[in-house]
């Protein structure tokens, strides 16, 4: 896979604005859910209360439901991998700025990570990850607003490797608690 620069086409733009499939039935967003939280996820910020995000995945913003959950942090606080994986997509939009795809062992599910000020140093489409490695800093890039610094995670399942930009969100808050 190859890094797409700021310059991006404005199909690869589209291509990542379009995190949502058709969403998953009622039995299989619980199942996936379930997997999830076998997996014990680390939170993407250490030491953050997972239980502060209730709620904002299904808020409206600019006209579409959130998907995501965000973690408010001070600028340049690091941001960890959840579990072990693969580093599928470094893609700089405008929407998220600067913005992670890590997919799970499977390649069955997706974390997201936006708005980050910075990749961790030598990261790299393809790379492996381990749990509680540091992956980037949380910032304000693409459309944050610029004094309110924030990671904004979400989680999905699909067919990560081959379109990476487009999965079924499942509500951080869900997996986590």
Same mark, same amino acid.
């Given at each position: ?27 299989? /967003? ?6 999830? %939280? ?13 239980? *502060? ?7 409206? %913003?600019?006209? *579409? ?9 001070? %600028?340049? /606080? ?19 700025? /600067? /913005? ?61 490797? %081959? ?15």
């Amino acid at each position: 896979m190859t890094f797409l620069s700021s310059e991006a086409s404005a199909a690869d733009e589209k291509k990542s604005s379009q995190v949502q499939q058709a969403p998953l039935s009622e039995a299989e /967003t619980q199942a996936a859910i379930k997997e999830l %939280r076998a997996k014990h996820l680390a939170a993407p910020i250490a030491g953050f209360s997972m239980a *502060s995000i209730k709620g904002s995945f299904n808020e409206i %913003r600019g006209g *579409s439901k959130h998907g995501a959950a965000d973690l408010a942090a001070p %600028r340049n /606080t690091p941001v960890m991998a959840v579990e072990d994986g693969t580093i599928v997509k470094l893609f700089l939009s405008k929407a998220g700025g /600067t /913005t992670i795809y890590q997919a799970d062992p499977s390649c069955k599910f997706v974390y997201y990570y936006a708005h980050l000020q910075k990749y961790a140093d030598n990261l790299h489409d393809g790379d492996k990850v381990k749990k509680g490695q540091v992956i980037g800093y949380v910032g304000t890039s693409g459309n944050a607003p610029p004094n309110t610094p924030h990671l904004h995670f979400a989680v999905g399942m699909g067919d990560v490797l %081959r379109n990476w930009w487009q999965v079924s969100d499942l509500d951080p808050y869900e997996v986590f608690k």
